[in-house]
C-alpha cells in the first residue's frame, strides 16, 4: 500500500513498481506513452457524457 501513495520511484519499496514509474514518469518515450493513455481515457469519458 505504500508504494500505491508513493509519487517517487526512489521512494518505492517494490522494485518493478519503482521501475515502471519511473519509466513512465522521466523516460521521454514512457511520459509519451502515459499522455496518450490519460488523452483516450479524456476521450473516453466524454464519450460517456
Not at 514509474?21 to 514512457?30: C, H, Q, S
Amino acid at each position: 500500500m505504500h508504494d500505491i501513495n508513493c509519487t517517487k520511484a526512489d521512494d518505492m519499496n517494490f522494485e518493478l513498481m519503482a521501475n515502471r514509474t519511473r519509466y513512465l514518469k522521466e523516460n521521454p518515450k514512457g511520459v509519451s506513452e502515459m499522455c496518450k493513455i490519460m488523452e483516450d481515457m479524456r476521450i473516453e469519458s466524454l464519450k460517456e457524457v
